[in-house]
């Protein structure tokens, strides 16, 4: 679905897919750990934090400027992007697996393959670089159990990101 959607441009898609995203766990009637815990929670703010900060610090050393997205960007990288994948890869494909470090990689490397039409259309190198992330995502899940902690930090990822384009 993902590569039909960049390959064609469908933009109906971009509603479809955060649905399947969501809605494939409850049709396998998967448990999927969704809470809102002030510690899981607090745990997504300070991994971001250190995570992303040197990250941060180190592009704006070199000239970049931040400029934050649009509202309704910011909005749809919440809903429409981060906590959708984090619903389906973490709280359902890695829960499948068995939430150990096996399952992390294996996870992140399905994840990694899904942003791979966005280096094949539009030669975005920086698409095989979501592995990474998703590593730490996939910890962080593995750590709580809970999809919110990965969400809050693949959500601060995706607008540092999308802030430095």
Known sequence: MVFV???FSLSFLEILIPFFLVTAPFLFRAKVGLRFSR???L???IVSALVLLPFCCSVSLMGKRFVLPPMG???FQLAGVALPEEIYFRGFLQERLGNTPGAVVVVS???ALTHLPQLIFYLDISSLLTFFPSLVMGFLYMRT???ITPTIFHFCANIVFLSLL
Do not use: E, P
Request: charged share 5%; net charge negative; glycine share 6%.
């Open 109 to 111: 490397a399905l994840f």
């Open 43 to 45: 745990t997504g703010i």
């Open 39 to 41: 510690s899981d929670i």
């Open 73 to 75: 960007t910011v909005l």
């Open 145 to 147: 159990a809970n999809v």
């Open 5 to 7: 959607y960049h390959a």
